[in-house]
Nanobody
Framework: QVQLVESGGGLVQPGGSLRLSCAASESISSIHLSWYRQAPGKARELVAR???????NYEDSVKGRFTISRDNAKNTVYLQMNSLKPEDTADYYCNAVVYRGPSRYEYWGQGTQVTVSS
């Protein structure tokens, strides 16, 4: 069981920046890591993903503004969010997918709230 703990959320003005962190309870070197978000009244959506060898993909609306990265030595994944917009307001969740043989295991953090408002 992988435990994930997010931090770094908060209130920021439009155009500002935040960096979210997600610390895992075990080595992340072989884990697929993602950030999702869920705004009030909306479905949860994938924001960014980083695979074990470092390839990434982003939701279209955050391309060029958000950067996902991983530090395997610290068992931590980050989401650097720049040029934040009010529509980025949501609860952000860290997600980990582990493949062990034929089995797939998925884990979620508790979420951290991001509010973009003046």
């Amino acid at each position: 069981q992988v435990q994930l703990v997010e931090s770094g959320g908060g209130l920021v003005q439009p155009g500002g920046s935040l960096r979210l962190s997600c610390a895992a309870s075990e080595s992340i070197s072989s884990i697929h890591l993602s950030w999702y978000r869920q705004a009030p009244g909306k479905a949860r959506e994938l924001v960014a993903r980083i695979r074990p060898f470092g390839s990434t993909n982003y939701e279209d609306s955050v391309k060029g503004r958000f950067t996902i990265s991983r530090d395997n030595a610290k068992n931590t994944v980050y989401l650097q969010m720049n040029s934040l917009k009010p529509e980025d307001t949501a609860d952000y969740y860290c997600n980990a997918v582990v493949y062990r043989g034929p089995s797939r295991y998925e884990y979620w953090g508790q979420g951290t709230q991001v509010t973009v408002s003046s």
